[in-house]
T-cell receptor, first 113, second 113 residues
Framework: NAGVTQTPKFQVLKTGQSMTLQCAQD?????MSWYRQDPGMGLRLIHY???????DQGEVPNGYNVSRSTTEDFPLRLLSAAPSQTSVYFC????????????FGSGTQLSVL | GDSVTQMEGPVTLSEEAFLTINCTYT??????LFWYVQYPGEGLQLLLK?????DKGSNKGFEATYRKETTSFHLEKGSVQVSDSAVYFC????????????FGSGTRLSIRP
């Protein structure tokens, strides 16, 4: 049982480059989400999805796009990377939106130069 | 709005010492409260939870009691081990919604052999 799988684990970008962070879960969870973790701050919600074809914005959505074409996958796209997007990114899932137990991936450490 | 405040780290203890990590919260209603733990190189995982006042959550020797009168959910362990070294996050959820979980900033715990 793989759980929540994120790739890549590390990434360095130049300002203005684009990239996609991948997230996949094999638990048939309806709810998936993306967080960023910055020093001295709690995890902040970027985008989330309550099912295939449905996405919504979280607390800090600017500069990020998401889509949910399947139950399993929830990629996060940075269209034009900025140094302010240097952070650790976590994907998390839950059985349903009402579920309060989140299952997290191991994270992607992103540096934007 | 809702918020979670944790004691700042890092916290460094010797093996077998008593651990307390303080957490207080602000909420308008009656939230569920959680402690998540992040071991080095991994994503967060749920450690324990409590859903109503005076409930005690426990797991792996850790305990936390939901104190409505002091709006607190302090994490305790009687005898820590080196393997407990991690970052601990206090969190709340007021609306039984995964997208509304609010995390504290995390407390890094290091245990010396």
């Amino acid at each position: 049982n793989a759980g929540v799988t994120q790739t890549p684990k590390f990434q360095v970008l130049k300002t203005g480059q684009s990239m996609t962070l991948q997230c996949a879960q094999d638990m048939n969870h309806e709810y998936m989400s993306w967080y960023r973790q910055d020093p001295g701050m709690g995890l902040r919600l970027i985008h989330y999805s309550v099912g295939a074809g449905i996405t919504d914005q979280g607390e800090v959505p600017n500069g990020y796009n998401v889509s949910r074409s399947t139950t399993e996958d929830f990629p996060l796209r940075l269209l034009s990377a900025a140094p302010s997007q240097t952070s650790v990114y976590f994907c998390a899932s839950s059985l349903t939106q009402g579920g309060e137990k989140l299952f997290f991936g191991s994270g992607t450490q992103l540096s934007v130069l | 709005g809702d918020s979670v405040t944790q004691m700042e780290g890092p916290v460094t203890l010797s093996e077998e010492a008593f651990l307390t990590i303080n957490c207080t919260y602000t909420a308008t209603g009656y939230p569920s409260l959680f402690w998540y733990v992040q071991y080095p190189g991994e994503g967060l995982q749920l450690l324990l939870k409590a859903t109503k006042a005076d409930d005690k959550g426990s797991n792996k020797g850790f305990e936390a009691t939901y104190r409505k009168e002091t709006t607190s959910f302090h994490l305790e362990k009687g005898s820590v081990q080196v393997s407990d070294s991690a970052v601990y996050f206090c969190a709340l959820s007021e609306y039984s919604s995964a997208s509304k979980i609010i995390f504290g900033s995390g407390t890094r715990l290091s245990i010396r052999p």
